[in-house]
């Protein structure tokens, strides 16, 4: 018995492990994991509508048509969190392990246009062995949510 929820304790601490960012890292990337259980953790979901309006200008390309549900919420989450960090060039990167689609956004230094605050940033999906990549800008809301300029 004590070995059995011991085991159970090492899988939950895996499966957390897993699905967190490694903040830890020098580099200062995130990793964001969609799909299975990495839904569960999530401490900010994103809503369908929501992640195909942060993606609308990945989505009018032939890779991004071709990224199911959940390979667009991780997107937009990532997108979400890239634009959310205080400085330049921290790439945050997401990976759907049920499509194997991935991804990476990196964000650029932000401006301010009257009184709102934009940023540029750089997406790139990876769907197999094909990659594209998009340049966009997005200007905070004052609800605090981002909205992409297209």
């Given at each position: ?24 890292d ?75 689609a991935?991804?990476?956004?990196v ?44």
């Open positions: 018995m004590v070995g059995l929820r011991m085991a159970a304790a090492i899988a939950v601490t895996a499966l957390l492990t897993a699905c967190a960012g490694n903040d830890g020098a580099s200062g990337d995130d990793i964001v994991v969609g799909g299975m259980l990495g839904n569960a953790f999530r401490s900010e979901p994103i809503q369908q509508g929501d992640a195909d309006v942060a993606l609308a200008d990945l989505l009018k390309t032939p890779l991004g048509r071709e990224m199911t549900e959940q390979d667009r919420r991780a997107a937009a989450l990532a997108w979400r969190q890239a634009l959310n960090k205080s400085g330049p060039g921290g790439r945050v990167a997401w990976r759907n392990r049920s499509s194997a991935s991804g990476e956004v964000p650029g230094t932000p401006y301010q246009v009257n009184s709102i605050v934009c940023r540029d940033y750089t997406h790139i999906v990876r769907i197999g062995e094909a990659e594209e990549a998009v340049r966009g800008s997005a200007c905070r809301q004052q609800d605090g949510n981002w909205r992409p300029i297209v």
